[in-house]
């Protein structure tokens, strides 16, 4: 007999529940997991410094991007995928739950398979286009090819984390990213320190966790799914156009997530050519550890967004426009409280922090001790554009979300990475991510403004 359920595994009522408690119930989880997950590049960045140095340290900063566009190609299907499929179980169409899904695991694969491909086959030009400099060649190197292997699994592993809280096992997906960043410290120690094998043991630690990370989300859906699992897809031309259409729709949808990760790409790239024209490659190394603590900025982010998502998806779909505006007010709310703690504990922490990555007797030390407190401004506004972005990502609104995020990672951040550094300094290249983020967030409430000010005049 067929279980019908919808979702209420860990009684996530979607549709009735009081939204402050479904809200709780998915972020603490998602939280805990995402941090986790995000230890696997900062564990990286700790063990690479303190066991190579400083050059291990900005190389793997180099090599980060393609990192970063393989987790963005991940959260664009989960999202695109998470929220398509989260309509489609409003409307108590199962199916067509089970074909999105098993559609976005195909099209990302195959984007993430091209990515792995082209960095095998040509490292050398790879770093060279991610701005490596001759000093860090040979690191760079070496840390790209072992960290190709895990990049599919990594991919796994992000779709994976979305659509297992939307099948109603949010504690499921925080203990897959908790084994993934067990496993990535433990070799992480083991193969940089005791066997001496540097950035190449960084990687080997890391795409070794993505591969556990991956295999568990696919032992999921085969063996433990209650409503979402795979299905076999057809293979008749109709059958294909339909699979086009569909991946083509949830990249829509999931795009600004992808242009997250891609502007997170542009910071470290145009960061580091700056930093590098200004500082040379200590001021690259005392960047990179920015770059490193960066993900926990987004995990806290991503974690308010990611949970409000099926909230607000389903209820979207089931026209409750009250509890979407409810679980919105909730959603920014916490953004605010997250971003506020990352402020305060960048701010305090910064020579602690630093410590962790490097010798205080090193040049780039000082540099980073100096810098952090003024980017970790940056955490309020970004957590609050984060929390939009998902917002207009969930009720299908793709061109605004595209819109903002290309306001938060290019549009305003390039320039004020060039025209900082000419009015304040130094300090400038530290305040140039602050500065792009507030301007969205200006951005964001005056059209969020004049939205609701229409909407109350049509309304009276």
């Known amino acids: ?4 359920r919808n979702l209420d595994r860990d009684k996530l009522d979607f549709a009735n529940g009081k939204i ?3 809200f709780s119930v998915l972020f603490f989880p998602t939280l805990i997991g995402m941090i986790f997950n995000s230890a696997l590049t900062v564990i990286d ?6 066991g190579v140095g400083a050059e291990g340290i900005a190389a793997v900063n180099i ?3 393609i990192f970063m566009v393989s987790t963005g190609i991940g959260l664009m299907f989960g999202i695109g995928s998470s929220v398509v499929a989260s309509i489609r179980l409003s409307e108590s169409n199962v199916k067509a739950a089970r074909i999105i899904m098993t559609q976005a695991f195909i099209a990302g ?3 993430v398979g091209l990515i792995s491909i082209v960095s095998l086959l040509l490292p050398y030009e790879v770093v060279g286009w991610l701005g490596c400099s001759p000093l860090l060649e040979h690191h760079a190197i070496d840390y790209l090819l072992w960290l190709v292997p895990g990049l599919v699994f990594l991919f796994i592993e992000c779709v994976g984390m979305m659509l297992i809280r939307l099948d109603g096992s949010p504690k499921y997906a925080m203990t897959v990213q908790i084994v993934a960043a067990v496993i990535n410290i433990v070799l992480d120690w083991y193969m940089v320190f005791p066997l001496g094998m540097g950035v190449k043991g960084a990687a080997m630690a890391t795409s070794i ?8 989300v696919l032992f999921y859906f085969v063996g433990m799914a209650d409503t979402l699992r795979f299905y076999r897809l057809k293979m008749s031309v109709t059958s294909l156009l339909l699979t086009i259409r ?6 829509k949808i999931g795009f600004a997530t992808f242009l997250t990760e891609i502007a997170m790409g542009v910071m470290m790239l145009t960061g580091n050519y700056m930093f590098m024209a200004w500082l040379g490659e200590n001021g690259v190394a005392a960047y990179a ?3 490193y603590l960066f993900p926990l900025v987004f995990s806290m982010s991503n974690a308010v967004a990611q949970s409000a998502q099926p909230i607000i998806s389903y209820n979207y779909g089931a026209r409750s426009a009250e509890r979407v505006s409810r679980a919105l007010r909730v959603s920014i709310v916490t953004a605010v409280v997250c971003g506020i703690a990352v402020t305060i504990g960048l701010w305090l922490g910064a020579r602690g922090i630093t410590g962790l990555f490097l010798s205080p007797h090193e040049e780039a030390y000082a540099l980073a001790v100096d810098g952090l407190p003024l980017f970790s401004i940056c955490a309020v506004f970004f957590a609050v554009n984060i929390a939009f972005i998902g917002y207009c990502q969930s009720i299908e609104r793709a061109a605004e979300s595209t819109v903002y995020t290309l306001l938060r990672g290019v549009i305003f951040l390039v320039p004020c990475f060039i025209m900082l550094p000419e009015l304040a300094g130094a300090e400038g290249l530290w305040l140039a991510i602050p500065a792009a983020e507030l301007l969205t967030s200006a951005v964001i409430f005056t059209r969020y403004a004049r939205g609701r000010r229409r909407s109350y005049i049509a309304n009276r």
């Open 209 to 216: 966790a993505c591969a556990a990370g991956g295999v568990m």
């Open 20 to 22: 402050g408690r479904l």
């Open 63 to 65: 090599v980060a991007p």
């Open 289 to 291: 550890i920015a770059c």
């Open 45 to 50: 960045g700790i063990f690479v410094g303190r």
């Open 1 to 4: 007999m067929t279980k019908d």
């Open 246 to 251: 569909n991946t083509g729709y949830m990249m």
């Open 109 to 111: 694969l195959m984007m």
